[in-house]
């Protein structure tokens, strides 16, 4: 069992930068893939960034590549996301998530994957 704390989140604006941070607790950490995914009104969960198991290679989806970074440490059980240059598109509440070893047959990129899931921090991007 995981359980995800995210924070981090706030108000900036156009061209700012923030830093989300994903505190873990359980038991291997480094086994899981974890993720930041996340949802704006009236629109899909969408990914963002993933790390995946133990070595932690970073994927980013197009919107947010070379603007964003994630990043783990697994010695602190935790996954952050910077967050630069920022757009008012990228207003919405961001989720961390893990996926346990079982459920590498999902992948790293579908949500559904994913089996354990942070309460949610809002980031809002004011134009």
């Known amino acids: 069992q995981v359980h995800l704390v995210e924070s981090g989140g706030g108000l900036v604006q156009t061209g700012g930068s923030l830093r989300l941070s994903c505190a873990a607790s359980?038991?291997?950490?480094?086994?899981?893939?974890m993720a930041w995914f996340r949802q704006a009104p009236g629109l899909e969960r969408e990914r963002v960034a993933t790390?995946?198991?133990?070595?932690?290679?970073?994927f980013y989806a197009d919107s947010v590549k070379g603007r964003f970074t994630i990043s783990r440490d697994n010695a602190k059980n935790t996954v952050d996301l910077e967050m630069n240059s920022l757009r008012p598109e990228d207003t919405a509440v961001y989720y961390c998530?893990?996926?346990?070893?079982?459920?590498?047959?999902?992948?790293?990129?579908?949500?559904?994957?994913?089996?354990?899931w942070g309460q949610g921090t809002q980031v809002t991007v004011s134009s």
């Open positions: 998530a893990a996926l346990s070893p079982a459920r590498r047959g999902y992948g790293l990129f579908r949500a559904e994957g994913y089996d354990y």
């Open positions: 359980g038991p291997n950490f480094s086994s899981y893939a």
């Open positions: 790390s995946s198991w133990k070595n932690g290679i970073p």
